[in-house]
């Protein structure tokens, strides 16, 4: 897949967007968290050299996106923004904000990344790349939150559905980067 400096820039900047808005909504660490898988995906994405067909990562995405809403559904249940906001110092937020709005808005990215796939357009590429570097990497933080709370080492809420999580999202990883196009492609140029 030709990657053209005009590409890589759009790409670097949208990879940028969420920690930003990820910082302004709720503060450093979380916004260094979301950079770690967001850059990741991008120097993954800026790395990989075809354009896997979506059947080959159906199965990962879907999985991985499933594992996400459970995931989230358990931060919220086991009280881990009161946690995050203990450690971080940052409250987070009780009603609806500016930047909040934004980063689901631009989340949505992650969910057309299949349909852009399809399309074999870049960004579809870049979306898939981060979704899996995000929940493969990025969720690790919470075995390593529980090294900046008082007391000895223990569980940090959502800790348990990172386990089915991240595993999942590592096997996107490697279909994207091992599996070959099953149908003869041309250059993405949108």
């Known amino acids: 897949m030709k990657k053209s400096?005009?590409?890589i820039v759009v790409a670097f900047v949208l990879i940028l967007v969420i920690p930003v808005l990820g910082y302004l909504n709720i503060g450093l660490i979380p916004a260094y968290i979301f950079l770690v898988g967001f850059f990741g995906g991008f120097i993954l994405w800026l790395s990989s050299t075809s354009e896997t067909a979506?059947?080959?990562i159906k199965w990962p995405y879907f999985l991985t996106m499933a594992m996400f809403a459970?995931?989230?559904v358990d931060e919220q249940v086991s009280g881990f923004f009161d946690e995050m906001e203990k450690l971080t110092g940052v409250p987070y937020p009780d009603t609806v904000t500016v930047e909040g709005v934004l980063i689901t808005l631009f989340s949505l990215f992650w969910l057309l990344s299949p349909l852009f796939i399809i399309k074999k357009k870049w960004y579809g590429y870049l979306g898939a790349w981060t979704v899996f570097a995000a929940m493969g990497?990025?969720?690790l933080a919470h075995f390593v939150f529980p090294l900046f709370t008082p007391g000895p080492y223990g569980y940090f809420p959502g800790m348990i559905t990172v386990v089915p999580l991240a595993p999942v999202a590592w096997w996107g990883m490697w279909r994207l980067w091992h599996s070959k196009p099953t149908t003869?492609?041309?250059?993405s140029d949108g």
């Not at 003869?184 to 250059?187: A, G, H, I, S």
């Open 184 to 187: 003869p492609t041309t250059p």
């Open 54 to 56: 979506w059947e080959s």
């Open 5 to 7: 400096p005009d590409k």
């Open 137 to 139: 990497v990025s969720e």
């Open 70 to 72: 459970i995931h989230r």
